[in-house]
T-cell receptor, first 113, second 116 residues
Framework: DSGVTQTPKHLITATGQRVTLRCSPRSGDLSVYWYQQSLDQGLQFLIQYYNGEERAKGNILERFSAQQFPDLHSELNLSSLELGDSALYFCASSEGVRGEKLFFGSGTQLSVL | KNQVEQSPQSLIILEGKNCTLQ??????????LRWYKQDTGRGPVSLTI?????NTKSNGRYTATLDADTKQSSLHITASQLSDSASYIC???????????????FGQGTILTVHP
């Protein structure tokens, strides 16, 4: 168990809808990262938050947004969902901002029908 | 463009046998190289992390090597077990300045299947 908790484990929704994925980092970790893993692609970095502030942005679509709350949990919001958004979404956390040691959650499997 | 390529894409071996997975990268400037194990439906778990000056690192039956000159790494698994069946992902981190996140480039992974 990595100590990173993601909910829900599975999510099935329709095109055009909006969903929220939730992540609780390991105790003591200030950084949260979001990644997308599609069926035939490697993990793609979406965004990083450190102590409530956005620190780095990857290939995140404008339809997606995230935030980190004062208790350090994070939410990834996906809106106007398309079929191609179906993927595994992973959250990871690290103690510092540089991401030297990442601990991954078990992921949320999103299926857009 | 930073890239990480892994080979083979998939590998089937018998329990008890050894195997070696390969990783070639073109990430610059290089900071460190990591190997992760990802079980089906689970998040990746770190096996090893190596910096420029390290050319080998072990974690139990897993031994990673790094040749920074040729930009190649390998992960050797000895005396394989059924529980080694997983995807093995090579991840290379680019250097970041100061307090910035070192951008990670992920390989596609090698799917290892260990048969009894």
């Amino acid at each position: 168990d990595s100590g990173v908790t993601q909910t829900p484990k599975h999510l099935i929704t329709a095109t055009g809808q909006r969903v929220t994925l939730r992540c609780s980092p390991r105790s003591g970790d200030l950084s949260v990262y979001w990644y997308q893993q599609s069926l035939d692609q490697g993990l793609q970095f979406l965004i990083q938050y450190y102590n409530g502030e956005e620190r780095a942005k990857g290939n995140i679509l404008e339809r997606f947004s995230a935030q980190q709350f004062p208790d350090l949990h994070s939410e990834l919001n996906l809106s106007s969902l398309e079929l191609g958004d179906s993927a595994l979404y992973f959250c990871a956390s690290s103690e510092g901002v540089r991401g030297e040691k990442l601990f991954f959650g078990s992921g949320t499997q999103l299926s857009v029908l | 463009k930073n890239q990480v390529e892994q080979s083979p894409q998939s590998l089937i071996i018998l329990e008890g046998k050894n195997c070696t997975l390969q990783c070639n990268y073109t990430v610059s400037p290089f900071s460190n190289l990591r190997w992760y194990k990802q079980d089906t439906g689970r998040g990746p778990v770190s096996l090893t992390i190596m910096t420029f000056s390290e050319n080998t690192k072990s974690n139990g039956r897993y031994t990673a090597t790094l040749d920074a000159d040729t930009k190649q790494s390998s992960l050797h698994i000895t005396a394989s077990q059924l529980s080694d069946s997983a995807s093995y992902i090579c991840v290379v981190s680019a250097q970041a300045g100061g307090t910035s996140y070192g951008k990670l480039t992920f390989g596609q992974g090698t799917i290892l299947t260990v048969h009894p």
